[in-house]
């Protein structure tokens, strides 16, 4: 009897499991190989991730601080023709008063060496004039002083006393501007309409829609902030009104609103 098949099959049984064992040592090797370079990548993503973190956050708040700054900006040089604005109001404002105060020199001189016939006593429509002059004078100095509360209350009695007078239209402008500078901004909104519905030949029109633009906006009335600023592109090309609706319709789109 041949032995050797039967030597053959039994040692390839004794074999057989040591084999396998071999194999599967190398196949557990080999995940956990694959195992441990994935635990190594991610660690390196988390790594990156917790770096990154931090870096969006800065950067969002560089955003933010960039968009704050960019306000400041604009309300500055706003503020800066705001009083380049005011010293040609008021010079023009002196003009007029000294003007006033020159005839009515000039009358009470004649006065008092005159005769009943040569009329030289103020008219109604003098002592008017100068009262209106006064009247508008003491609240734009209060509006330049700083002290807003008295400019506004100088304007409102300025629309009360003469709402068709010749300075209605900026009595009603520097009114809603003393408003907006105390960020009383519906009682502003509601002086500048008074430009716009009142007075729309004005040549402050530009500058009343633009504020009634950023009323609207501080307000949170975006969309209709966006409709009035775009009117004022529109309707006012190259002016300085134009170019502060635009700033601010650039500032809406950076903050999506």
Not at 20 to 32: C, D, W
Not at 47 to 59: F, K, W, Y
Not at 61 to 86: D, F, H, N, P, V
Request: proline content about 4%; glycine content about 8%; some cysteine.
């Amino acid at each position: 009897m041949n032995l050797r098949p039967l030597l053959a099959t039994a040692m390839s049984a004794l074999l057989l499991p040591g084999v396998l064992a071999h194999a599967a040592t190398a196949s557990n090797k080999e995940l956990e190989a694959r195992a441990n370079e994935l635990d190594a990548r991610l660690a390196t993503v988390e790594r990156a991730n917790t770096g990154l973190v931090p870096m969006q956050q800065q950067i969002e708040a560089a955003r933010s601080e960039l968009r704050t700054l960019r306000g400041q900006i604009e309300e500055a040089k706003y503020e800066l023709e705001l009083l380049r604005q005011q010293q040609r109001d008021l010079y023009a404002d002196l003009d007029r008063r000294l003007l006033l105060l020159e005839n009515g020199a000039a009358g009470a001189a004649g006065a008092a060496g005159a005769t009943p016939a040569d009329g030289t006593a103020p008219t109604e429509d003098a002592i008017r004039e100068a009262d209106e002059a006064a009247v508008y004078g003491d609240a734009f100095a209060a509006l330049k002083a700083g002290r807003y509360p008295d400019a506004a209350r100088g304007f409102q009695l300025y629309l009360t006393k003469y709402p068709k007078g010749p300075r209605a239209d900026g009595a009603a402008y520097w009114l809603g501007e003393a408003y907006y500078v105390q960020k009383e901004y519906t009682a502003a909104l509601k002086a500048f309409q008074i430009v716009l519905n009142e007075h729309p030949d004005s040549r402050k029109s530009g500058d009343a829609l633009l504020k009634v633009g950023f009323c609207q906006y501080e307000l949170k009335a975006f969309r209709n902030a966006r409709a009035t600023l775009e009117q004022v592109t529109k309707g006012y090309p190259g002016t300085e009104a134009a170019r502060l609706a635009a700033e601010r319709l650039a500032r809406m789109d950076v903050e999506k609103r």
